[in-house]
C-alpha cells in the first residue's frame, strides 16, 4: 500500500508536528493496524513534495530535535483507521511556531532553486516554479525574484 503524501500529512496534522522518529513509529503503528507495508521513503517523499517540512522547534519547547509540519503543498487527508493514533502514541498535540516553519521551507527553496537552476533541470525548475505559488500562499514568504530566476532558467 502506498500512501500518499496528503495521506502522510494527515498523520502529522492529527499531532500538529512530530519528530522523524515519532512520526516513523505512527507509520509503523498506523501499518501494523492496518495490516499493511507503508513504503520507507513515505516520509522523504512527503518531504521532497513540500508536504511536510522540516522545522527546528528550539523556541517551542527543551527537546530541539528536529520536527515535521505540515507543508505548504499538502491537503491533509487522514487515512483509514489512523484516527486511533493520538490514543496509541504518547505524543502530546503540538502547536508549530509558523515563523520557523516560513523560515525553514524558505531556506529550503532557495537551496532547491539554486541547484535546479545549476544543474539545468527544468523538470525541477517547472515543479518549483508550481510549489512557489503554494508556498507564497501559504506563508509569508515573497519569492518573486525566485521565480524570475526559474523562470530565465526555462527559457
Known amino acids: 500500500m502506498t500512501l500518499s503524501h496528503d495521506e502522510v500529512a494527515g498523520i502529522v ?8 522518529p515519532e ?7 498506523y501499518g501494523y493496524r492496518q495490516d499493511v ?7 522523504a517523499a ?3 513534495a513540500y508536504a511536510l517540512v522540516e ?3 528550539t523556541n517551542e ?3 530541539a530535535e528536529p520536527r515535521l509540519a505540515v507543508g505548504p503543498a499538502a491537503f491533509p487527508e487522514l487515512p483509514e483507521g ?3 493514533l493520538p490514543h496509541i502514541l504518547d505524543v502530546d498535540v503540538r502547536a508549530p511556531n509558523r515563523a520557523a516553519l516560513e523560515r525553514a521551507v524558505e531556506e529550503r527553496f532557495r537551496g532547491d532553486v539554486a541547484r535546479a537552476v545549476a544543474d539545468g533541470d527544468d523538470d525541477a525548475c517547472r515543479r ?5 505559488y503554494d508556498l507564497e500562499a501559504w506563508g509569508d514568504i515573497e519569492l518573486r525574484t525566485l521565480r524570475e530566476r526559474l523562470d530565465t532558467a526555462l527559457s
Open 128 to 132: 518549483l516554479l508550481d510549489v512557489s
Open 23 to 29: 512520526l516513523d513509529r505512527a507509520l509503523e503503528e
Open 82 to 84: 489512523a484516527e486511533d
Open 37 to 43: 507495508e507503508v513504503p520507507e521513503d513515505a516520509v
Open 13 to 20: 496534522d492529527l499531532f500538529g508536528a512530530l519528530s522523524r
Open 61 to 63: 519547547d527543551t527537546d
Open 55 to 57: 522545522y527546528d522547534p
Open 46 to 48: 512527503a518531504v521532497d
